[in-house]
């Protein structure tokens, strides 16, 4: 099989799949000193170096199978044109890049009308997954799973004794998935990062003190990759002025864009996804540094180290927000791709994808197991936190929750993921919403027309006129 691109994702990819027990790799980079620089490296690896993309194609035995790892956009495309001149009907080329999945169905539309194969797949674990062992995501044709999922399987992460692969569903599902997995990082990560701030604003705690906070919490329910990850950033000191290394880091998040992407697609979709919007926001508001630094002198709290005295019990129920609020950031991803695959026609096993992201990539965790089980029990579960494991947590944690959510409000230390995952929790569970007063609103203002409570049929009243009510046709 061949690997084309041999950035750091390319070239670790490469170097695990030679790793395995009757792998020959070829690999092909479009600068050749790359290529050349990874095969002297790494003579264990018995790489078919190349230099073009006809004697990439001849090193390969048919069916070809090769993984393209370049920058997703114009350079995907660029390089699947070139490969589709030089391979064959039944070869399949697989996009592991970040790849916008709607990028993907028209590359696997494309790529299919000459004969050949076409997978996107997510792949998760950044440098060192992909090295050890990532979570893999591939969409794409069944056909092209029974030639793939031998040798996906072979290098993806293993959890639990089983590797962390599945096939998604067709075309851009596998992408698809990937994106929203990158979107619940970003929720989890910044539902963490406010945990943080809480804790050491709230506490007065130093990093390295709330780095054991954070050990201690990865012994327990919460236990995860990004909480440990989390940890030992808390701990380093910076070598060069002896504080703490957060401390030193400018506080502007940087994204790649695959959390926007996450929105973006669920606000088509009509999918509320408020943690990870409100995470992906909050990199934003960081990244202004002009709006902050005016912004400054604004009125507000200071916000006072309140529980220095008592920190313990705080922080106890930060800990329970903050699984509360994961559950709802989880619940609200995998509703996105419930949508997604009702939208894009996939038939996507919402058990196995957690399963999948056990082991490999970023957001693995322990806690996946309980998602598996509840789409296990019931597959067309509407709301994943209504699954009762996810109820009986979101009982323990409810006093909690909304207290530290009040304290965020009443100190001004920002919250905004906690928050807005408490509000969306409680406009779920709302017996009636102010959405009817939005329908009367829409209704005046432009005869959007509404549905009534105790009788069928779609109504309009004539606010300008005499404000009788009349029968309408739906204009939603
Ligand atoms: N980094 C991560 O943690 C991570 C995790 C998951 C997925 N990914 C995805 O994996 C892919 C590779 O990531 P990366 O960080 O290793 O590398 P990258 O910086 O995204 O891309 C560099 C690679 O793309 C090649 N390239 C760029 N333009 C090209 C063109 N027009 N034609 C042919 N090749 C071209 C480069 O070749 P030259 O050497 O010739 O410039 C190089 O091999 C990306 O899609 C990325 O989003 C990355």
């Given at each position: 099989?061949?690997?084309?691109?041999?950035?750091?994702?390319?070239?670790?990819l490469?170097?695990?799949?030679?790793?395995?027990?009757?792998?020959?790799?070829?690999?092909?980079?479009?600068?050749?000193a790359?290529?050349?620089?990874?095969v002297?490296?790494?003579?264990?690896?018995?790489?078919?170096?190349?230099?073009?993309?006809?004697t990439?194609?001849?090193?390969?035995?048919?069916?070809?199978?090769?993984?393209?790892?370049?920058?997703?956009?114009?350079?995907?495309?660029?390089?699947?044109?070139?490969?589709?001149?030089?391979?064959?009907?039944?070869?399949?080329?697989?996009?592991?890049?970040?790849?916008?999945?709607?990028d993907?169905?028209?590359?696997?539309?494309?790529?299919?009308?000459?004969?050949?194969?076409?997978?996107?797949?997510?792949?998760?674990?950044?440098?060192?997954?992909?090295?050890?062992?990532?979570?893999?995501?591939?969409?794409?044709?069944?056909?092209?799973?029974?030639?793939?999922?031998?040798?996906?399987?072979?290098?993806?992460?293993?959890?639990?004794?089983?590797?962390?692969?599945?096939?998604?569903?067709?075309?851009?599902?596998?992408?698809?998935?990937?994106?929203?997995?990158?979107?619940?990082?970003?929720a989890?990560?910044q539902?963490?990062?406010?945990?943080?701030?809480?804790?050491?604003?709230?506490?007065?705690?130093?990093p390295?003190?709330?780095?054991?906070?954070?050990?201690?919490?990865?012994?327990?329910?919460?236990?995860?990759?990004?909480?440990?990850?989390?940890?030992?950033?808390l701990?380093?000191?910076?070598?060069?002025?002896?504080?703490?290394?957060?401390?030193?880091?400018?506080?502007?998040?940087?994204?790649?864009?695959?959390?926007?992407?996450?929105?973006?697609?669920a606000?088509?979709?009509?999918?509320?996804?408020?943690?990870?919007?409100?995470?992906?926001?909050?990199?934003?508001?960081?990244?202004?540094?002009?709006?902050?630094?005016?912004?400054?002198?604004?009125?507000?709290?200071?916000?006072?180290?309140?529980?220095?005295?008592?920190?313990?019990?705080?922080?106890?129920?930060?800990?329970?927000a903050?699984?509360?609020?994961?559950?709802?950031?989880?619940?609200?991803?995998?509703?996105?791709?419930?949508?997604?695959?009702?939208?894009?026609?996939?038939?996507?096993?919402?058990?196995?994808?957690a399963?999948?992201?056990r082991?490999?990539?970023?957001?693995?965790?322990q806690?996946?197991?309980?998602i598996?089980?509840?789409?296990?029990?019931?597959?067309?579960?509407?709301?994943?936190l209504?699954?009762?494991?996810?109820?009986?947590?979101?009982?323990?944690?409810?006093?909690?929750?909304?207290?530290?959510?009040?304290?965020?409000?009443?100190?001004?230390?920002?919250?905004?993921?906690?928050s807005?995952?408490?509000?969306?929790?409680?406009?779920?569970?709302?017996?009636?919403?102010?959405?009817?007063?939005?329908?009367?609103?829409?209704?005046?203002?432009?005869?959007?027309?509404?549905?009534?409570?105790?009788?069928?049929?779609?109504?309009?009243?004539?606010?300008?006129?005499?404000?009788?009510?009349?029968?309408?046709?739906?204009?939603?």
């Amino acid at each position: 099989m061949g690997v084309v691109g041999l950035a750091v994702m390319g070239s670790n990819l490469a170097r695990n799949l030679a790793s395995r027990e009757g792998n020959t790799v070829a690999v092909y980079n479009r600068t050749t000193a790359k290529t050349d620089e990874l095969v002297a490296e790494h003579p264990e690896a018995g790489f078919v170096a190349t230099d073009s993309y006809v004697t990439f194609a001849q090193a390969l035995t048919r069916p070809r199978t090769a993984i393209i790892m370049v920058k997703a956009g114009r350079a995907t495309d660029a390089v699947i044109d070139e490969l589709v001149h030089v391979f064959e009907p039944g070869d399949i080329i697989v996009d592991g890049g970040n790849s916008l999945f709607t990028d993907t169905i028209r590359r696997e539309k494309a790529v299919r009308e000459t004969g050949i194969n076409f997978v996107g797949m997510g792949v998760s674990g950044g440098e060192e997954g992909a090295l050890l062992g990532p979570s893999l995501m591939p969409g794409g044709s069944d056909e092209s799973w029974v030639t793939l999922g031998p040798i996906l399987r072979s290098i993806a992460a293993v959890a639990e004794g089983e590797p962390c692969v599945t096939h998604i569903g067709h075309d851009g599902a596998g992408h698809f998935v990937k994106m929203v997995h990158n979107g619940i990082e970003y929720a989890d990560m910044q539902l963490i990062a406010e945990a943080y701030d809480l804790i050491r604003r709230g506490t007065g705690k130093t990093p390295a003190e709330i780095a054991d906070v954070f050990a201690e919490w990865n012994r327990g329910e919460l236990e995860s990759y990004l909480i440990e990850i989390t940890a030992e950033v808390l701990r380093q000191v910076d070598a060069e002025t002896g504080r703490p290394l957060v401390d030193v880091i400018l506080d502007q998040a940087g994204a790649k864009g695959t959390g926007a992407w996450t929105v973006q697609t669920a606000l088509s979709l009509g999918v509320p996804v408020s943690g990870i919007a409100e995470a992906t926001f909050a990199r934003s508001l960081s990244s202004h540094p002009e709006q902050r630094s005016v912004s400054r002198e604004l009125p507000g709290p200071d916000a006072a180290t309140a529980f220095a005295d008592d920190p313990d019990a705080f922080i106890e129920e930060v800990r329970l927000a903050l699984y509360a609020s994961k559950i709802v950031a989880y619940s609200q991803g995998f509703d996105e791709i419930r949508a997604g695959a009702a939208e894009y026609d996939w038939s996507i096993d919402l058990g196995e994808v957690a399963k999948i992201w056990r082991g490999g990539c970023i957001i693995r965790a322990q806690f996946l197991n309980r998602i598996t089980d509840a789409y296990r029990a019931e597959p067309d579960l509407p709301v994943l936190l209504t699954a009762p494991y996810f109820v009986d947590a979101l009982t323990r944690a409810q006093e909690a929750w909304r207290r530290v959510v009040t304290i965020s409000a009443q100190t001004g230390i920002p919250a905004p993921a906690f928050s807005s995952s408490l509000a969306y929790y409680d406009g779920l569970r709302a017996e009636r919403l102010p959405a009817a007063l939005i329908q009367g609103q829409r209704d005046f203002f432009g005869a959007h027309t509404y549905k009534r409570i105790d009788k069928d049929g779609t109504f309009h009243t004539l606010w300008s006129g005499d404000r009788t009510e009349i029968e309408a046709e739906d204009t939603h």
